[in-house]
């Protein structure tokens, strides 16, 4: 069996730091799987039929003369 070549030396210094952010995604989830959340109700619900043209972002407006349907 040959051993992988580990490629260059800055390499290792990214593959730890995936693994060290793999790690820690790993526990956030864990936490959140840990909540107790039966009975809560959300805080907000995203209705966006319910959400203005003035209070979409400006990048989400439609352009003078385009559509507001016409997709984006």
């Known amino acids: 069996m040959t051993?992988?070549?580990?490629?260059?030396?800055?390499a290792?210094?990214?593959?730890?730091?995936v693994a060290a952010t793999a790690d820690h995604v790993l526990s956030v989830l864990g936490s959140l799987r840990a909540l107790d959340l039966d009975g809560v109700r959300p805080a907000a619900a995203y209705r966006p039929d319910t959400v203005s043209p003035e209070a979409r972002p400006l990048e989400a407006r439609p352009l003078e003369g385009e559509r507001a349907d016409a997709a984006v």
Do not use: F, K
């Not at 290792?12 to 730091?17: H, K, N």
């Open 3 to 10: 051993t992988p070549d580990p490629g260059p030396p800055e």
């Open 12 to 17: 290792a210094g990214r593959t730890a730091a």
